[in-house]
């Protein structure tokens, strides 16, 4: 990454005098950016003293960082610290439940100070001038770049973590008998969980040695053809191993929807709840409920 | 009739279904529909979504807010550039598929919704229209 050579081939620097000021000024450029940030709304939720630390903080990096590397591009040893900063700043703020947008205002809203300085710098040539800035705002673009990019990489592990979880979640094969299993569908039927969810029943079924299995459908939103077909593949292989299958959780408008697709589940036991599916497999079992006297 | 809202969103994998059923589902909930009309519409429009994804190689999912008089209705406009359908007619018959469904989706949706539309020829991709109203 060669950002801005000059004629004889080296790096754009940063003017010692601007070099000086930023040292120098750190306090009058931390409250201009303060208040760029509050402008902004980027940091609603995020303590007032803690955001006084963070700012001193990221302003003693970048201009140490300024000083070791020269101005240097970004990917400099000089700024391994800063982008240590950023990275934690990220995180405690993907934590916090902040989006990209205001995470990386937080670079970006230092801009202003920071071409403000600049400007009150009047020992530097204007031709000069035009360099640094452009120096400064590359450096700043790149820190937001970075920023965002440690973010997402947060955000995207909270997702992963996530998905894990639900897939756990997501087949529960519960025992509610001697013999009869039931199995709670939840969710979307039509991806690669269903071949799961129905791997882990049919194991089930072997494994405890029932008779009968109750699917139950109340919280599958949309029951399509693709999800209906997943289903009598599974009764289909239920009945294969010699149990029954009852089907719960039909509910008026998915009944009156499976009938307008023109579905044919007969031969299927189907029940409106798990309750009633639950009791025909009692009564199947040659089982009664009675009240105790 | 006016529309008053439209938008677009691409179905070009499987999640997008998923996503666009949901949206579906809000959007005939904003429009007044009830849970019977809004469950086939959702339905219609996961057949749909999937046939365009499945056979079409994935396109654009168009919906409009309509409004004519008193009533309120949803239309989704589906659009794939894929090889189109050659035999219409055999196609719109229960149980025909030519890939490995139950062969009950694209005359399903038909029998679901209040207004359907297709158009179609071999090459020239897809367009499918269905209206729900309220």
Request: contains cysteine; charged residues 20%; hydrophobic residues 40%.
């Amino acid at each position: 990454m060669n950002f801005f050579p000059d004629e004889t081939g080296r790096m754009s620097q940063f003017d010692q005098s601007i070099t000086d000021a930023l040292i120098e000024q750190q306090s009058s450029i931390q409250a201009a950016w303060l208040a760029t940030l509050e402008e902004s709304g980027a940091v609603r939720g995020v303590r007032a003293d803690e955001l006084k630390k963070q700012t001193a903080d990221f302003l003693k990096l970048f201009s140490e960082g300024v000083v070791e590397s020269g101005g240097d591009y970004w990917g400099a040893n000089g700024w391994a610290g800063t982008r240590e900063f950023l990275e934690a700043l990220s995180h405690s703020r993907a934590l916090q439940g902040l989006d990209a947008q205001q995470t990386a205002t937080f670079v970006f809203s230092l801009k202003r100070p920071l071409f403000d300085l600049l400007q009150r710098e009047t020992s530097v040539p204007p031709a000069s001038l035009v360099t640094q800035i452009t120096l400064v705002s590359e450096l700043l673009d790149m820190m937001g770049l970075h920023t965002v990019r440690t973010f997402q990489k947060a955000r995207e592990s909270v997702i992963k973590r996530q998905q894990e979880e639900l897939l756990e979640l997501s087949t529960p094969v519960v025992k509610l008998w001697d013999g009869v299993l039931a199995l709670p569908m939840i969710g979307t039927l039509d991806s690669q969980r269903t071949q799961v969810v129905m791997e882990s029943l049919l194991q089930r079924i072997v494994d405890t040695g029932s008779d009968i299995a109750i699917i139950d459908i109340t919280g599958v939103p949309t029951v399509d053809t693709l999800v209906a077909q997943h289903l009598l593949k599974t009764v289909t292989a239920i009945r294969l191993m010699g149990a029954d299958c009852i089907i719960s959780g039909v509910r008026p408008q998915i009944a009156q929807t499976i009938v307008h697709l023109g579905l044919d589940l007969e031969g299927i036991v189907t029940k409106a709840n798990l309750a009633d599916a639950f009791a025909l497999a009692l009564r199947r079992s040659g089982l009664t409920v009675t009240k105790a006297s | 009739m006016n529309i008053k809202d439209q938008g677009t969103r691409p179905i070009v994998t499987e999640q997008d279904i998923v996503l666009a059923r949901q949206a579906c589902r809000k959007l005939a909930q904003d429009c007044g529909l009830r849970l019977v009309a809004q469950t086939k519409l959702v339905t219609a429009v996961s057949e749909l979504a999937r046939n365009m994804l499945v056979y079409g190689g994935g396109g654009d999912l168009h919906w409009e807010i309509l409004e004519d008089g008193l009533r309120k209705g949803i239309r989704i406009i589906f659009h794939d550039e894929g090889p189109g359908i050659a035999d219409l007619q055999l196609a719109m018959t229960d149980g025909w598929t030519s890939g490995n469904g139950l062969g009950l989706g694209l005359t399903g949706a038909k029998r679901l919704v209040n207004e359907f539309d297709i158009e179609t020829a071999p090459g020239q991709g897809t367009r499918i229209s269905i209206t729900q109203w309220s």
